[in-house]
């Protein structure tokens, strides 16, 4: 039996570093791209371009596409809105336009297409975004949903992983001020299940077999503010935890809105499928004894 390919896009990701080890362990044929060149892909593309995307499907045939392309800087997302909806809804458009009816897309959309102001999202809350990150991330959820084409949308949020040298990575930052004995500070007022990576690749690849069209959550266990997350990081890699100081959001004047509480309920993927929905405690110790 030939080997099933597969096409990661916005492989320079932290997520995408984890799926081109854990599909290559398992016998995939794997494809990347990303934007600028990078371990991966030998090429760097411009996904939003129509064309890019036509030559690259049509050269690869991928019985899957997983899309980890996306911008996701929040606050950069709010200042240059063009280069936020050709990312994260261009894209997309692209690939759904021209990728063929056999194959199926894996879409990684985020838990900022809710407001923040209960929590505890299931799949079925009604999403609410309230920057243009969220904004674009819905429309590109929309799209995919009202599209005749075979598709998987993941949300998740608050991703971290071993990978320290990708910015996007929380705990890389984190850990970069403890070393350094150096302050930081955390929000105690934005809340969320952070996700560690490798638990959410090895996710994404028991999802590929499933025939119908899903929306599913997959997050870590714990619901944790910035703060916290911090507080844990300190005590799991043994750094000083009177470094870290509690703030709110506002603090940072940031330029866009940020929701408070985006914790998702993953009730519905520990139904459909084998997975474990780790303590993120747990989790941190692995990457620790990883990066020993």
Known sequence: MSKRKVLITGSNGQLGHSLNLFLKSKSFLVSNTSLNIGPYNLEGYDLSIEKNVSNLIKRLKPDFIINCAAFTNVDHCEKNKKNASDSNVKVVKNILRYMSLKCKLIHISTDYIFDGKNGSYSE?????????????????????????????????????????????????????????????????????????????SN????????????????SGQDKLSIYDFALLVAKTFKYDKGLINKCSWKDFKFLAQRPEDVSLKTDLISDLINCNIYETEYSLKIISNILR
């Open 203 to 218: 996710t994404i690849i028991k999802l590929l077999p499933f025939n119908q069209n899903l929306i599913v959550n997959y």
């Open 124 to 200: 079925s809350s009604l999403p609410n975004p309230i920057n243009y990150y969220g904004k674009t991330k819905l429309e590109a959820e929309n799209c995919i949903r009202s599209s005749q084409k075979k598709h998987i949308i993941v949300r998740t949020g608050n991703l971290y992983s071993e990978y320290l040298d990708i910015s996007s990575n929380r705990l890389c930052w984190i850990l970069n001020n403890l070393k350094n004995n150096k302050q930081i500070n955390a929000a105690v007022d934005m809340v969320s299940k952070p996700t560690s990576i490798n638990a959410l």
